[in-house]
């Protein structure tokens, strides 16, 4: 928290794409087809 009133800079859009991937992640768990996992 300190470093974001010093620099006025957040990791927001990392934690968003990091939370897209693990939601695809959990989602696609169970197919047997890696390359749908890939897509």
């Known amino acids: 928290m300190a470093n974001y009133h010093q620099l ?3 990791n927001a859009s ?3 794409k990091n939370n897209k ?3 695809l992640q959990r989602k696609y768990y169970f197919t047997r087809n890696p390359q749908v996992y890939k897509q």
Do not use: Q
Request: without cysteine; glycine residues 12%; charged residues 20%.
């Open 8 to 10: 006025r800079f957040t």
């Open 14 to 16: 990392v934690e968003g």
């Open 21 to 23: 991937i693990n939601t």
